[in-house]
């Protein structure tokens, strides 16, 4: 049998693999949250975040990518309309995973993954920007200094 490629897969096959990762992908934007073993979380997690980064855009051919995702047109709805707004200033990390204890009959581990609803804080964004506008000045001048 051949390998796969990125690691070992979570299904019997790539295909199980894709239908999970999109129930799961349902799930998460339905509830705000599911709980289930690590690895699941952490494979679903930049799935997720593509689809929201898809949603935020909003045009017809970004809902038409994350319509081959999730096939609930009402969940669609949902996650282009109030998920991608609550998501709009946030440039990423739309998702958390904490992890719980083990399971109690096969000791696997479990972890939460949940939607970050928390609004980003301004001030961050503030200091982001003076410190990457501090250093264009410092190239400014270096590039000045140096054509001297």
Do not use: C, W
């Not at 049998?1 to 070992?8: C, E, I, T, V």
């Not at 440039?91 to 993954?113: C, F, K, W």
């Not at 264009?136 to 140096?146: L, R």
Request: glycine share 4%; aromatic share 2%.
């Amino acid at each position: 049998m051949p390998k796969p490629k990125k690691g070992p897969r979570l299904a019997s096959s790539p295909a199980h693999e894709r239908l999970m990762l999109a129930n799961m992908a349902t799930s998460l934007f339905r509830h705000g949250q599911i709980t289930t073993t690590l690895p699941k979380a952490k494979r679903l997690r930049p799935l997720a975040e593509r689809l929201i980064t898809f949603a935020k855009r909003g045009d017809l051919h970004s809902r038409r990518r994350v319509m081959r995702v999730i096939r609930d047109k009402s969940i669609v709805h949902e996650l282009f309309t109030s998920i991608a707004k609550t998501m709009e200033q946030r440039e990423g990390g739309y998702t958390r995973i904490v992890h719980l204890p083990s399971r109690q009959g096969d000791n696997a581990p479990m972890a939460v993954i949940s939607l970050v609803t928390e609004p980003v804080s301004p001030k961050k964004a503030v200091v982001r920007e003076a410190e990457s506008a501090a250093k264009a000045a410092a190239k400014a001048d270096d590039k000045a200094e140096s054509a001297e």
